[in-house]
């Protein structure tokens, strides 16, 4: 079957909508950052992602190593520390930070989903033009059968789920707080995915607020 040339804007857009609604997103919705922070910033840092998912949890820690030591910092992940049915005790308080002083972490970078939610938006139709139909402007009744069929499309519901998650920073000396972030993730299409876009997002927000700084 041959395709009408006129109808490819159309095709384009219908598919550009198609992979636009299977995608997700991540934003940072607001941060903080402590005036105590140092000016040259963090350049060994402990990530620890605090989730029973053992699954979600290292592959959130291993992208934003990853990116980290793309960036020039030294980072180490708490997976192969902090074991999954350990449980945090004062009695381990200790043990851990002891571990984390003993790779010369000077901060530590923490993960955590503190909400979830289902929404259901309502996305109206919209009136597609034809770029490429010039030619159908020389005539009423050619212009108008020729758009009238495709000019609208209807409206539809849609189903977004939201992950927001917090990303705090402390100094490992002092263990304050140092810095901290919110982000939302809107409609995860997969564990890899998504985790990735997470860690480019929140790295990003760490070199642009000076708090890591790349190891010489």
């Not at 309502?122 to 005539?139: E, H, K, L, S, T």
Request: with cysteine; charged share 20%; glycine share 6%.
């Amino acid at each position: 079957m041959k395709t009408n040339v006129h109808f490819l804007p159309f095709l384009i857009l219908g598919i550009s909508l198609l992979f636009s609604s299977c995608s997700s997103t991540t934003k940072i919705l607001g941060s903080w950052k402590s005036p105590d922070s140092p000016p040259s910033g963090y350049s060994n840092i402990f990530i620890a992602a605090l989730s029973d998912n053992v699954l979600a949890r290292k592959t959130i820690e291993d992208n934003l190593q990853n990116l980290l030591n793309q960036k020039g910092v030294a980072s180490v992940t708490s997976f192969n520390i902090i074991k999954p049915e350990f449980r945090a005790m004062e009695t381990k308080k200790e043990e851990i930070l002891t571990a984390i002083k003993d790779r010369e972490n000077d901060a530590i970078l923490t993960v955590a989903v503190i909400d979830q939610t289902n929404e259901t938006r309502y996305v109206p139709g919209d009136i597609m033009y034809n770029p490429m139909g010039f030619a159908f402007y020389r005539g009423f009744w050619r212009y108008y059968s020729f758009y009238y069929p495709m000019i609208y499309s209807p409206g539809y519901y849609t189903q977004e789920k939201n992950y927001f998650l917090e990303i705090n920073l402390y100094d490992a000396k002092s263990e304050d707080l140092v810095w901290s972030a919110q982000s939302q993730t809107t409609n995860p299409y997969d564990l890899e995915g998504s985790s990735e876009e997470f860690a480019k997002v929140v790295v990003g927000r760490l070199v642009k607020e000076g708090l890591i700084a790349r190891q010489r």
